[in-house]
Structures are given as structure tokens and as C-alpha cells.
């Protein structure tokens, strides 16, 4: 989209859309005004875009931006608020004004069907009011001007024709230029050339006239048969004062040796025009290789004003590509440059489609000139080939191509010796495998240098393991960096990377590095060797014996364990346990009996929010702060101590299904633990209790099993002392004058994909630019992070319209049990929200359960307190709070009538209008605060 914005502006709110509302969703008849006959500003500037939904023409104003264009919107050249009026298209007619065709139809959407109607012919439902009979065509004319010439234009008279080219209206022109090639008219070849010569341009600094006549001739075929004649004229077109003469002589030379070799003798490849420099990268992709040409792509290679031009890039990297073995062969003369960011990438790119074909002729033309690049160039080009190389080479290399590796991996600098080394290996080379001696000191030399940062470092480990999984010598070097100064993130790294490694021995040397760790820094090693399906029952005897501590697995681990698939493990596993002591009780109702006494103990809140940060912020959050796993425990306080002591000691007691843990194993022998947080066709994820996603792809996947249990396993009482408990507890319940409540456990729709019509369309999300905590007039609001789509954060009620909020709920709750002085929202916007819909019908009614029974009801109405979700519209009885992109979340409150009583829940019921509303986030005020 070349457009600002995709919005449009109609001059009636009665306007019916099913995906993108408030903006184009039928956009149709794109064209240029061509003709003189309105006003100058609009000669060749403005565009005119129909679209039926809006009842509108819109004319967007076009400004040259670089080698491409950028739009901005103008102004309605027609708009109606008939309902019944649809524009589909508009063009310039023959008499130089624009002529509109309206489809004069009721509704225009095919789809979806809505409830009660049938789906005909092409997917549209049926309804009466669809008409196929009463469209128009209107003749939109510029008032006190006159209407354009009509040329009389004869087949029979080919100078007629002639003249018509010349005609100030493109669409006479374009008429004469199709007579021209349709009957054949080459007499008219030298006076079509007397055209080229024509060196004048008209206001818009334009020669249509040339322009015209270069494509006659392209259609007659006279700049194939006869070139050598013609071949001057084109050259001189070279030279032309406008610009869109140069660029269109230049699309229509011949696509053969003959263009090229014109193209190449001519200035027109350094012309000053971002366009026509663009069109001569598309000419030369389509075009044999020819050397004068590549040698033009090497010269511009890194052109500085070229950096922000993306289309002008994008043609760059076409032409090389095509071309690649020759661009090669004359990169060195490229010398030493500053390529910058965006070419370097184009570098990447041209080397990854190089790669791709699978073509060792292409390696081999790189291996011939890789030492004569300057060394940026050469880590740009190798970064991309490795990218791009297939997983299967089609090999072998000749003893040619390996004489040359040999030579260059000991002449390239060190970084690009490195590269070229695990290309190599890619390719099977054999020299390279001579060479990986010293690619394995370089890369061990990096890891064990703590001047470096992490990445680095890791980024080393991962090379090691990768080139040289076998190794055990590699294995105890990385197990060596595990020392006890190394953070628990570091060693949980290094050990992920060894755990993929095949060489024997390593689970003995890890076991050794174990005994030297810090207490955090043997959980963390710990837990990564448990992944190791095949090390399991040894790691187990190892724990048995005492060499490993089961006290240092995490209860996640332990429940993993206990839950295996292949049953030795699992009873193996309860044996260890038991005897270790590390066994949760499975009376959980038990373990909740011994601990009630905790729960009526008065707490330290502030003790227990170091417990929280010690214990429970890994999965859970708490105000914007903590992992994303588990529940956010914001807004906790909604419950009493008791509630929240059962929901600690036995989670699975009544576990949610986007909180169950899965267990899968892996094909290469690794057991991941975690959530599905998302699935496709090919892959599924899993996020484990580190807060670390695991992307498995399906082909991977030896066995999955889902368990009954939560991912927050069982036995938590043995982490804590039961003060600690109490502490936390307090924590969790303590209240202050605002309480957000969580909205995760009832939301219903993720806001950063399209919630009414299509997950694809930007225009129908709410999406602030961060999720942390909100606040607004003072009063603080809690937004539930949708997490990349997969956690829903909002909740959207019932609507009969559209896709999606026809499945979405009537009606939710939210348990309460406080008194409430106020209750703020962050809502007030619906699907077809006012100016949409009938002002004054309820959207959304807010029903207040009291702990005595009784009940009272808010009614919240389109157009007072709800508005359009898709552009801010001010209503009285909410406040405008946020601007998210174009879209907007207001704010309202609603003051109990009985403060002083309790209200158990909170019930959000939909209105029995046509609204889909939203709720954001709700934050309760109370009437009272503990002391």
C-alpha cells in the first residue's frame, strides 16, 4: 500500500462492512486522471478508488517518492448518503471528464452469509436486496469548462491515427495506439520514429506523443526486424528530457543480446531518474548476461541514495541474482565499500538465492574470486550462502573445487575462514574436514574468552556442538564453562546445547561438573539432563545413589517424571522420590486439612512478596511483573485466603485446559514438559516452566501425551515454611483503594488479530504498544498480555453480525466478594457501535450480585456509553481514553447503589441490540481497606 492510511470518508454513517470497518474493504476502479479537460492539479496526480461500501470516489493525491509513488487522500470526487448508491469504478470518458459506474446496490458484501439467509452463486447470499438491474453511469463534469475533442479515428486513413497519439486524452490515445498494431499500419514506422525526435515536453513534463509511438512500435514488431534502423532513434529516446520517455524506450528494447548490448553503450544506466534506474535493473534481469551490464550492477553496488528506495533494492537484487555467477566473477572490482545495513542485506539475499539453486557451478564461481572481496563482502556473501543452502548438496565437490577450498581457508581472514569452514562441511567437503581442527580452536576460543559477551559466546557453543556433536573433548569444554561464578542462565544454555550432542560419556562428565556447581547452578544443569530421554533411567540410579540430589529437580520435573510413558521410568522414579523424600503427598485434600491453620494466620505482605518473587514469579505475574505461564495473580485479593490456599496446594484440583501440561518426546531422544500454547500444520509449541518455548516440528515427534495434571505440579508446600505460606497469602489478598481484577480466565478473543470478520485484518484490532499496566485519570488498569496471539485478552460479547462474535459468549462473570465504591472500565467501544446501529438500544448491561441475594442492573446503551470501536467517536456517557493506531478504548465507571454491602460476583450481560462490545479491563474501587 502506497496510501498513509487505508481510511476513507464517507459522508453517511450508514455504511455496512463486514472486515475492514471505516475503511476501504471493496476498493475497486484504480485509475489516474488522464485527460486535461479538469482543473491542472489533476493531470496525471490524482487517482480516483471507488468503493461501493462507503458510497464514495475518493481522489488520493500521488507524489513521486524515489523510484515509486506515495498517496495521500485528497478529497470525495462523489459521495452520496443514499444507501443504495455503490461506485465500482471510475474513468476518464471520451470527453475528458470522469464517468462513474454505479452499481446502485443495497448490500455489496458476498460474505459470510448471515443467519437466516443461503449462499447462492459465487458465494454471495441471497437477498432481495441485491439489484441487478437499475446501475447508472454518471458523467461527473467540471462546471464552466469545455468537454474534450473527439478525433476521428479511421483505419483506412493511418494518419488519423498518427494524430491521435498526440491527443491530450489517454484514452483517445491509447484507442489510436491499438488501431496502429491491430491493422498493421507500418507505413507509419517513420513518422512513429519522427516522434522519438521530438524532444518537447508538455506541462506535466510529459512526451506522450514518444511515448506512444515506442510502443507501436514494440507492437508492430519493427524493433525486432528492423533494429539496426531503428536502434539510433532509440538511443537518442536515451537522451529525452522526460523521464517517462527514457524509462519506457528502455522496457521496450528487445529482451536479447541485441538490447543488452544497446543498454550497455548507453548513458541511460548512470541516468539521474530513480524510475528509470529501476527499469533498467528489471530490463537487465530479463535480459542474457552480458558483461558491460554486470559490470554496471557491481559499480552501483552500496550507492548511497539508493538505501531508503526498497523497490529500487528489490530490482537490485533480482537483476544479480539472475546473473549471479557473473556478478561474482566481477565483485572484486567492487573494492573495499561501506555497504550499510540495507546492502548488505541485498548482499545476503543475492548470495541466498545463489545458494538455493543448488547449482555447485555457483559455488564454484564464488570458491574462484572469494579471496579478491573485501572481507565485509565476503562475511555478507557467506552468511547468506549458508542461509540458503539446502539441507541435501548435490555433490560431490571435484578435486578442483577442494584444491581451491584448501587454498582459500588458508588465505581468507579469520571470520570468513569460519564461514567458509562450515559451508564446506555443508557440501561434505573433505578438505574442510582437514580444516576443522582450526575452526574448532577458533570457536572454542571464543567460547572460553569471558571478555566476550554471552551471545557470543553461546553463539560458539552452539557451532561447536552443531560441527562436532560427536565429540566428547568439545562436551567437557563446554561443561568446563559451568563454573561456579557462571550465572544459572548461562549453565541452563550451555546444558541445552550439550544435551544434543551423540558423544559418549557426556552424561558421566556431566555428572562430575555437577558436584562443583552452585546450588542454583545444579538445578539448572539438573533439569536440562532430565530431558535426555535415553539418559533417564540412569540419571535416576545416579540420584539413587546419592552422585545426584532429587531435592535439586524442580517439582515440575518430578511431576514429568511420575507421569512417564514408558512405566520402568515412572515406577523407578516414585522409588527415587520416596526415598528421597521428595514425594508429594497424594492426599491433596489432606495436605490442605493440615495447612487451614495457615490461611487464618495474619501474614507479612511485604515478606510475602519477596516469597512471590522467590517461588512464584518465574510462572505467574503480578501487576505487570513476573513470567507469563501460569494464571496472572493480579487481582487476587477478590478472594479469601482459604480459596487461594486450595488453588496453591492442589492446582490440578480443577485445572484449566490452556493450563495442562503435555509431555512430548522427541525422535532424537529429548522429553519436553509444558503447555501447547500454539499448533500449525507442520509444528506445534510448547512452553515449559522456564518460560522457554520449545517449537517442535510434527516429523520430530516420537510420542504426545496430555496428563491430567497442571503444569504447576503438586508439592509447593515443600518449598516453603508455613510462615512463608501465610506471608504470601497475605500478600496475594492484600488491598489497597484500586484493585484491578483478571480478565484471563473469562476473556474470550485475542485484540491483536482481527476479532469480527477476519484474523487477518489490522482494522479490526485493539493493540497498545505495550501490555504493562495502564493508567488513567489516577485509577489503574491491568491489560492481560495476548502473549503473540495465543492467550486471549479481551472480552467480546455476542453480536449476530460478522464471523466471530456470533460464537463469542452472552454473558460472563467475575467474582467479587468486596464492597465496591465504583466500578471502572476500560470498554465503551463495540463492533457497529454508534454512529452504527440505533442511538439509545442497551449494548451491555452490568449486573451487581449482593452477598444478601439481591441484585441491581446498569444498562449501558449504544451512542451514550458505547461508541465504534474503529476510530475515535465521542459519546457522553464514556470518556475517550486511548488512541490505539486508528482505533480507540474509552472509559467508564459505574457507581453501586449499596457500597456498604458485598458484592459477591459481577455479571456482564449483552444488550439485545446488534453492538458486539468489548471489555479491556476492569478495576474495582472499594468502599472500605483493612486496616
Not at 538490447?259 to 530513480?274: F, I, M, W
Not at 574436514?433 to 553463539?459: F, I, P, Y
Request: aromatic content about 6%.
Amino acid at each position: 500500500m502506497i496510501a498513509d492510511s487505508a481510511r476513507f470518508y464517507p459522508i453517511t454513517h450508514k455504511v455496512r462492512q463486514v472486515d475492514f470497518h471505516g475503511s476501504f474493504t471493496a476498493a475497486s476502479g484504480h485509475l489516474v486522471y488522464t485527460a486535461r479537460t479538469y482543473p491542472k492539479f489533476y493531470w496525471n496526480r490524482v487517482a480516483f478508488v471507488a468503493d461501493p461500501t462507503g458510497h464514495l470516489v475518493a481522489s488520493l493525491i500521488l507524489e513521486r517518492q524515489g523510484s515509486s509513488y506515495r498517496s495521500r487522500y485528497g478529497w470525495n470526487l462523489l459521495a452520496s448518503d443514499d444507501e443504495w448508491s455503490a461506485p465500482i469504478a471510475a474513468a476518464v470518458g471520451p470527453d475528458g471528464n470522469v464517468w462513474v459506474i454505479d452499481w446502485y446496490s443495497y448490500i455489496v458484501q458476498h460474505n459470510p452469509t448471515p443467519p437466516g439467509f443461503r449462499t447462492g452463486r459465487g458465494n454471495a447470499y441471497e437477498t432481495p436486496l441485491r439489484d441487478t438491474k437499475h446501475g447508472r453511469i454518471y458523467r461527473l463534469v467540471q462546471r464552466g469548462t469545455k468537454p474534450g475533442s473527439y478525433p476521428r479515428l479511421l483505419s483506412s486513413q493511418p494518419q488519423t491515427l498518427l494524430r491521435g497519439l498526440q491527443h491530450d486524452n489517454l484514452f483517445w490515445r491509447l484507442h489510436s495506439q491499438r488501431l496502429i498494431v491491430e491493422n498493421r499500419c507500418s507505413q507509419l514506422i517513420p513518422d512513429l520514429v519522427a516522434l522519438l525526435h521530438d524532444d518537447r515536453v508538455d506541462e506535466c513534463d510529459l512526451n506522450v506523443a514518444s511515448i506512444h509511438a515506442l510502443w507501436s512500435l514494440h507492437g508492430l514488431g519493427a524493433l525486432q526486424g528492423n533494429w539496426d534502423e531503428l536502434k539510433p532513434s532509440i538511443k537518442k529516446a536515451f537522451h529525452h528530457r522526460s523521464y517517462a520517455v527514457r524509462q519506457n524506450a528502455v522496457r521496450v528494447l528487445p529482451s536479447d543480446s541485441r538490447g543488452a548490448q544497446c543498454l550497455a553503450e548507453s548513458a541511460v544506466l548512470r541516468d539521474a531518474d530513480p524510475a528509470v534506474q529501476k527499469a533498467v535493473l528489471l530490463r537487465i534481469a530479463e535480459m542474457p548476461t552480458n558483461p558491460c551490464l554486470t559490470k554496471h550492477l557491481v559499480d552501483v553496488l552500496g550507492e548511497a541514495t539508493w538505501n531508503q528506495d526498497r523497490p529500487l533494492l528489490h530490482a537490485y537484487t533480482v537483476a544479480a541474482a539472475v546473473h549471479i555467477q557473473q556478478w561474482l566473477e566481477f565483485l572484486p572490482s567492487a573494492g573495499k565499500r561501506d555497504l550499510g545495513d540495507s546492502w548488505r542485506a541485498v548482499v545476503q539475499r543475492i548470495a541466498e538465492h545463489g545458494a538455493r539453486s543448488n547449482d555447485v557451478s555457483n559455488l564454484r564461481a564464488l570458491l574462484n574470486v572469494l579471496d579478491k572481496l573485501d572481507s565485509n563482502l565476503q562475511q555478507a556473501i557467506l552468511e547468506g550462502w549458508i542461509q540458503g543452502t539446502p539441507n541435501e548438496v548435490r555433490g560431490p565437490l571435484l578435486h578442483a573445487d577442494e584444491k581451491r577450498l584448501g587454498l582459500l581457508l588458508t588465505q581468507l581472514p579469520e571470520p570468513s575462514t569460519r564461514l567458509l569452514t562450515m559451508l564446506a562441511l555443508r557440501w561434505k567437503s573433505e578438505i574442510a574436514g582437514e580444516h576443522a581442527g582450526k575452526l574448532k580452536a577458533v570457536l572454542e576460543r571464543d567460547l572460553v574468552n569471558t571478555q566476550l559477551n554471552q551471545e557470543m559466546r553461546l553463539r560458539a557453543a552452539h557451532q561447536l556442538a552443531e560441527l562436532f556433536p560427536d565429540s566428547r573433548e568439545v562436551a567437557q569444554l563446554l561443561l568446563r564453562q559451568m563454573r561456579p561464578q557462571a550465572p544459572p542462565d548461562l549453565v541452563t544454555k550451555l546444558a541445552s546445547v550439550i544435551v544434543k550432542m551423540s558423544a559418549a560419556g557426556i552424561l558421566e562428565d556431566a555428572v562430575q561438573t555437577y558436584g562443583s556447581l552452585t546450588p542454583a547452578g545444579r538445578k539448572a544443569l539438573l533439569n536440562q539432563l532430565f530431558t535426555r530421554e535415553d539418559w533417564l533411567m540412569d540419571l535416576l540410579h545416579l540420584t539413587a545413589r546419592g552422585a545426584l540430589s532429587a531435592s535439586d529437580l524442580s517439582l515440575e520435573q518430578r511431576q514429568t517424571l511420575l507421569q512417564h510413558r514408558n512405566q520402568r521410568i515412572a515406577i523407578q522414579a516414585r522409588k527415587v522420590l520416596e526415598t528421597a523424600g521428595g514425594l508429594p503427598n497424594p492426599d491433596r485434600q489432606k495436605v490442605v486439612e493440615s495447612f487451614k491453620e495457615t490461611a487464618q494466620r495474619r501474614g507479612d505482605a511485604e515478606a510475602g512478596r519477596k516469597v512471590f518473587q522467590t517461588h512464584c514469579a518465574k510462572c505467574h505475574s503480578y501487576r505487570g511483573e513476573g513470567g507469563k505461564v501460569g494464571p496472572d495473580l493480579t487481582g487476587m485479593a477478590i478472594h479469601s485466603k482459604e480459596h487461594l490456599l486450595v488453588e496453591i496446594l492442589d492446582p490440578s484440583r480443577s485445572v484449566e485446559g490452556n493450563y495442562r501440561q503435555y509431555l512430548v518426546a522427541t525422535k532424537s531422544g529429548l522429553a519436553i514438559s509444558g503447555i501447547l500454547v500454539a499448533e500449525s500444520r507442520t509444528t506445534i509449541e510448547v512452553l515449559d516452566a522456564e518460560g522457554k518455548t520449545h517449537v517442535i516440528p510434527r516429523e520430530h515427534i516420537e510420542e504426545i501425551q496430555a496428563s491430567p495434571k497442571s503444569l504447576m505440579p503438586d508439592g509447593f508446600e515443600q518449598q516453603l515454611k508455613p510462615q512463608e505460606l501465610a506471608d504470601l497469602l497475605e500478600f496475594l489478598t492484600h488491598r489497597e483503594k484500586y484493585l484491578p481484577l483478571p480478565l484471563d480466565r473469562v476473556a474470550t478473543a485475542v485484540s491483536t488479530q482481527g476479532m469480527f470478520y477476519r484474523h487477518e485484518a489490522t482494522q479490526e484490532r485493539l493493540v497498545f504498544s505495550d501490555w504493562k499496566p495502564k493508567s488513567y485519570k489516577g485509577i489503574p488498569f491491568h491489560l492481560v498480555d495476548p502473549q503473540g496471539g495465543r492467550v486471549p485478552n479481551v472480552v467480546l460479547f455476542y453480536s449476530p453480525q460478522g464471523t466471530y462474535p456470533p460464537k463469542m459468549p452472552k454473558s460472563v462473570e467475575l467474582p467479587c466478594n468486596l464492597r465496591v465504591r465504583a466500578l471502572h472500565m476500560l470498554s465503551g467501544v463495540s463492533g457497529w457501535g454508534y454512529p452504527l446501529g440505533k442511538k439509545g438500544t442497551v449494548s451491555l448491561v452490568v449486573r451487581l450480585h449482593y452477598d444478601n441475594g439481591q441484585s441491581e442492573e446498569h444498562l449501558l446503551r449504544n451512542g451514550e456509553h458505547f461508541a465504534d470501536y474503529i476510530r475515535r467517536v465521542d459519546v457522553p456517557g464514556s470518556e475517550f481514553a486511548f488512541a490505539l493506531g486508528q482505533q480507540q478504548i474509552r472509559y467508564l465507571a459505574i457507581q453501586p447503589k449499596r457500597p456498604q454491602d458485598i458484592i459477591r460476583k459481577i455479571e456482564f450481560i449483552k444488550g439485545p441490540d446488534e453492538t458486539a462490545p468489548i471489555i479491556m479491563a476492569v478495576t474495582l474501587e472499594l468502599s472500605d481497606l483493612p486496616e
